[in-house]
């Protein structure tokens, strides 16, 4: 008698929550025989995206594909399972002196899921997507084969693949490129902008540095609307560095890292306390602007520093909601965009803005292009879907797009650039509402 794998599974937001089956192997026979007996089969890294896309009737869980196959130190090209988390590359590139391209904002997504997400990070306008530094992957099919893909070899599958949201089969292993690094910190300044103008000229003022991001007050209106600050950085060169960081400058000392016990309760999260917490963030920096060397996991992961962080929505759990619009109408659309989670009091403390470059042309499925994109986190509630439309008719009207590795409640029009790939083999939840929507 086979076993029962049937389990509740969601992923990093909570919601929503499903009972299907999901399973794990590590033998590439395993997973064949996996996808031959299933008729709808979906991967699935470390479930550290926000919305439904690696949830479907059947999940392969791709955790047991953990290990490393080379790593070239002299030419930075490291090839590796897809199940290797970007956290497990870094522990063994940043002490030879290596760092990822492109990272997202946390370290714990799996090298599978940054393809099929072509994720992106806060140098999108210098360094571009994740893709970019891809050099090959070997891909399972609908029927077992395995396939190599490259800019030279099946290259119609590998730009399907990338962005592609594991549409087009599994993943196996990969190999990529990183960048050469002096030390593990970075140089960054923090600048505070008194609203939406300002932060737009900012952005404009720092196009030449490597890495931008801001966060931002999405409950401010009126002359106030837009308040953030942006924080700019470059990895740091040795000497550059205060002398007692220069001894050991690719090594971090370690961390107290906390854990949310438990899931805090419903109320706690409002929009009072969102608007506390905004004022308290953007008075704690007493100065306009501060220059500051701080390493690169403060840098690029703040919240990975503390454990089971999205317990803080309660057991209902949140999604992330990240849109992007086209540069020359960005301020506009983001004004509208602000004022109406404003007048909704659906608060994140959690909202972040940043710039966008150009897009590759070639990797039709990924999310960016050049403008600007924000993304916010918004605890489930009642009124969370009225403003989920909401937001999508404004990004629809200024002509942007959605997030698909964050989405879990945006309608097909703003989705349908997965329309390219059919396959009745592989597919997710998300797949499913976006085709259903399509024919509602």
């Known amino acids: 008698m086979k076993p029962n794998f049937i389990q509740k599974v969601t992923n990093w937001g909570n919601f929503p929550v499903v009972e299907k089956e999901m399973k794990s192997e590590d033998s590439f026979k395993r997973i064949k025989d996996f996808i031959l007996s299933h008729n709808e089969v979906i991967a699935r890294g470390n479930g550290r995206c926000y919305g439904d896309a690696s949830l479907g009737e059947s ?7 953990n290990k490393f196959i080379s790593f070239d130190r002299l030419n930075g090209i490291i090839e590796c399972e897809s199940g290797v988390l970007l956290s497990d590359v870094l522990e063994i590139a940043v002490p030879q002196g290596l760092f990822l391209y492109v990272t997202p904002g946390t370290k714990f997504v799996s090298v599978g899921g940054a393809i099929a997400s072509d ?7 210098a360094e571009g997507c994740f893709s970019e530094y891809v050099i090959e992957f070997r891909l399972m099919t609908e029927n077992g084969d395995i396939i190599t893909c490259s800019r030279e070899e099946n290259t119609d599958k590998f730009w399907a693949t990338i962005g592609g949201m594991g549409l087009t089969g599994i993943i196996l292993t990969a190999k990529f490129k990183l960048k050469n690094i002096e030390s593990a910190y970075i140089r960054q300044e923090s600048i505070k902008a ?17 890495y931008t991001v801001a966060w931002i007050d999405c409950l401010q209106k009126g002359k106030n609307i837009g308040r953030s600050i942006l924080m700019r950085g ?24 906390p854990t949310i ?17 905004n004022w308290l963030y953007y008075k704690k920096q007493s100065q306009k602007e501060v220059k500051n060397f701080i390493d690169y996991e403060t840098f690029f992961y703040p919240l990975d520093a503390i454990h089971e962080w999205n317990r803080i929505y309660g057991k209902n759990g949140f999604i992330q909601y990240q849109m992007v619009i086209p540069k020359e109408r960005g301020k506009e659309g983001m004004k509208k965009i602000l004022e109406t989670i404003a007048n909704s009091g659906n608060g994140s403390f ?21 403008g600007y994109t924000l993304a916010l986190d918004f605890k489930v509630n009642s009124s969370l879907k009225k403003l989920v439309e909401q937001l999508d008719h404004i990004v629809q009207e200024f002509g942007g797009r959605i997030y698909l590795t964050k989405d879990s409640m945006s309608k097909s029009s703003l989705t349908n650039y997965l329309k390219n790939i059919q396959n009745p083999k592989f597919v997710s939840l998300q797949h499913k509402r976006i085709i259903n929507n399509n024919h509602s």
């Open 59 to 65: 999940i392969f869980s791709t955790k047991k594909l």
């Open 350 to 370: 959690l909202a972040v803005l940043k710039l966008f470059g150009k897009n590759n042309p070639e990797a039709y499925n990924s999310f960016p292009f050049e």
């Open 194 to 210: 008194e609203n939406l103008d300002e932060i737009f000229r900012l952005f404009d003022e720092s196009e030449s540095w490597t």
């Open 119 to 125: 994720v992106h990070g806060k140098n999108h306008h």
């Open 234 to 257: 470059e990895h740091a060169f040795q000497h550059e560095l205060p002398q007692k960081l220069k001894r050991t400058p690719l090594r971090l000392k370690k961390k107290i890292e």
């Open 261 to 277: 016990p438990f899931y805090f309760p419903g109320f706690v999260l409002n929009a009072l306390t969102v608007r506390i917490f």
